[in-house]
């Protein structure tokens, strides 16, 4: 019989909050349903508490993260458009593709996988292309395990460049702050560092975002993430646009409650103690890791094998043996490194004593 | 304390099944987990018995019915092509809005709300633009309870045009027959007659659908719907694309798994059989029914309330004082109408009779 009841420290979904199990037993609510309607009002509440914004249109997309990029993308950008993506990891790459296939001019600034970017060059470029329409880069990189710094970002402000951030693993794990940073869109996921199955994608826009919205010559071309139309709908104006995924809302609802109730500083807190404990562990035990110290993400460890190690073998041993879900390199480190995440209710010391004791039966 | 167990009976979302609710309660996998992988397969087979297809990519989009509608036409059209669309109701009209955003042209062939479309009409249409890409209509317009014949439409695969079918209402509630009827793409939603909560959109694409697919001379506008991408992933090559939303994947395989033990056709006669009972009891409490008898679904009935009642406030009272929802009306019959849906775990005879009991006690 298999273990099935999976220690997930892969790059996510990790292990939901029991809140959030108890939430998905909960009687279906239909999508217009006042008591459903009440949730979802305080569920974009609660994510502006985790996003530190006081942006109105603040809301789940009906997706997963993905759906966020492409949202982001789709309402802010119009074909012909020139956009600056940092690119440091598989998600700056997928950014760079959602963008193009928005018909946009992409201005690329590449650092080496598993280094962050310098927020310096991101502004440099942006001077370059002062009439660019947006600078958009991915805060946590779950590809490399790499933080890019955002906040000196800010500047972007002072300019007619939207600045455009993906905070799927970074959102709850570690600071995230799209008021004081100066953000204007922001998407993140719900497996990560909230702790609610995947299949959500909550969004932020500020002022000068919405205004970016709605002064476009065209509509976006997706309809489905057209974000003037779902607004009518999560807005006061309760205009129906797709039946929303009302348990998934009423999960993420809950997720952001087990969060908050928590604190966010002592969420953080949390990721970067147990985060911490990890990556020294993992050094004894003869793994190195690829991200650089002080750009390190305490919920996503990028780590090599030590010498010798399959790095296949040892994952499927993990899973199979011990029902432990640890994640695979992707991209430029496939095949030789590991991704473990240590996020949201999988942030916890047990969840590390647990992985290393595996560890040290198996090597 | 309100009533907040509904006793689901608008358009949709449905009272999941029993076997729903029970799989949310499993411990969540990973989206690559092999235990997942054997689920998702399984899931897509379920999705080919109920769809009545051997259709090799068919698949659950993680989005709503809306975001399979969009998958659709984003993977089967380019820019300047010419397609066909049947209107007739409120899906009709936004399938015109997302085909127009693909940058196509669209050819409208209108019927009076709460009429049917005559497939000959659609044909000639065809005949008149034989170049057309794509043939689209609403199979079940859950704007006006109508169903559409689909059937005669078979003649199209002796053309160079697709049929695209909307079947989101329509699905395990009446008999859709993929291959039989020669449906070229289809998709559908999780949470009307298959009664899982919304949030997932399953797609079907014939052979032909997926060489038009392979031979584009763009990619689809959209990254996240991509069908290319979610291909490789969902199919044996397992290729990363997006965190696919496990939870919901998995109560999908469990819902899917109620239909086909209770049996499709068992599954269809019982709409039948409750839907009919509800339609002519409404006729003797004073309502009126918009379809008309031989395009009348079952599972969805549009109906205009007793002379001199005023709809919101009836709706309420049942919602508020029996915890029963039904629905509005939608677009044309906003204000004067209602959805009663009966539809997967709803369509009982025990919700005909608590509805009934119910408003006997309020008219």
């Given amino acids: 019989m298999p273990l099935s009841d999976r220690l997930l420290l892969g790059p996510g979904p990790s292990n939901p909050y029991p809140e959030v199990a108890e939430a998905f037993a909960r009687p279906l609510l239909g999508h217009l349903d006042p008591e459903f309607l009440a949730i979802l009002d305080e569920t974009c509440d609660r994510l502006r508490s985790v996003f530190r914004t006081s942006n109105a249109l603040t809301l789940p997309i009906s997706g997963t993260g993905s759906a966020g ?168 104006a309760r205009k129906y646009h797709h039946t929303a995924p009302t348990a998934m809302v009423v999960a993420l609802h809950a997720g952001l409650g087990a969060v908050l109730e928590e604190g966010l500083e ?43 190690r399959a790095e296949a073998t040892l994952r499927k041993e993990l899973l199979m043996g011990y029902g432990i879900e640890v994640g695979a390199g992707l991209g430029a480190f496939a095949g030789v490194a590991w991704r473990v995440g240590l996020m949201g209710h999988s942030a916890r010391d047990r969840s590390v004593t647990t992985l290393l004791g595996a560890l040290r039966e198996i090597l």
């Fill in 69 to 236: 990029m492409e949202a982001c993308f789709v309402n802010l950008v119009e074909p012909g458009d020139t956009v600056i993506i940092g690119v440091n990891g598989v998600f700056g790459e997928r950014m760079c593709e959602v963008a193009r296939r928005c018909g946009t001019e992409v201005v690329r600034v590449d650092a080496e996988w598993g280094t962050e970017i310098d927020p310096q060059r991101l502004l440099d470029a942006q001077r370059s292309y002062p009439h660019s329409r947006v600078l958009a880069v991915v805060h946590a990189e779950t590809s490399t395990g790499v933080e890019n710094d955002i906040a000196p970002l800010r500047a972007l402000s002072e300019t007619e460049t939207l600045l455009l951030v993906d905070a799927v693993t970074s959102l709850a794990g570690i600071p995230v702050e799209v008021d004081g940073w100066g953000i204007d869109a922001c998407y993140s996921g719900t497996q990560k560092c909230l702790s609610v199955p995947p299949g959500l994608s909550p969004v932020t826009f500020s002022p000068r975002a919405v205004e970016r919205v709605n002064t476009r010559s065209t509509p976006p071309q997706s309809w489905y993430l057209d974000l003037g139309l779902i607004g009518d709908y999560v807005g006061s």
């Fill in 266 to 308: 002592e969420s953080w807190a949390r990721h970067r103690s147990v985060g911490t404990r990890l990556q020294e562990s993992l050094v004894e035990l003869g793994f190195s890791l690829i991200a650089p110290p002080t750009r390190r993400l305490p919920q996503l460890t990028s780590t090599r094998l030590p010498e010798g």
